[in-house]
């Protein structure tokens, strides 16, 4: 059974950082991307950044040169270093692996809140 557990979210003043950790356990195939998404109070969930099967990183625009996703495959751990943070980063973030198949895997979700 596959199991996906994020943490490192917290509290954190704007223009701070936080490191996001995602580690995953179990059996994995067909992988097509793991990511981060997130889903702030009243709005939908969105990606933030995602690497796929073949190494390449995909980063939604309002994260471009501020947030970082890499992965440590010995760990079996994906990272999200986000810098410079803002009021709006404020969400629920979310680990997610996905397969080219039906199979999709989330943790439960992390807290990131961003005061001022």
């Known amino acids: 059974q596959v199991q996906v557990v994020e943490s490192g979210g917290g509290f954190v003043q704007a223009g701070g950082s936080l490191r996001l950790s995602c580690a995953y356990s179990?059996?994995?195939?067909?992988?097509f991307s793991w990511g981060w998404h997130r889903q702030a109070p009243g709005k939908e969930r969105e990606l933030v950044a995602r690497i796929s099967s073949g190494g390449g990183e995909n980063y939604a625009d309002y994260v471009k040169g501020r947030f970082a996703i890499y992965r440590d495959r010995d760990k079996n751990t994906l990272y999200l270093d986000m810098n410079n943070l803002k009021l709006e980063d404020t969400a629920v973030y979310y680990c997610a692996i996905i397969s080219y198949g039906p199979h999709q895997y989330w943790g439960q979700g992390t807290q990131v809140t961003v005061s001022s």
């Open positions: 179990g059996r994995l195939f067909d992988i």
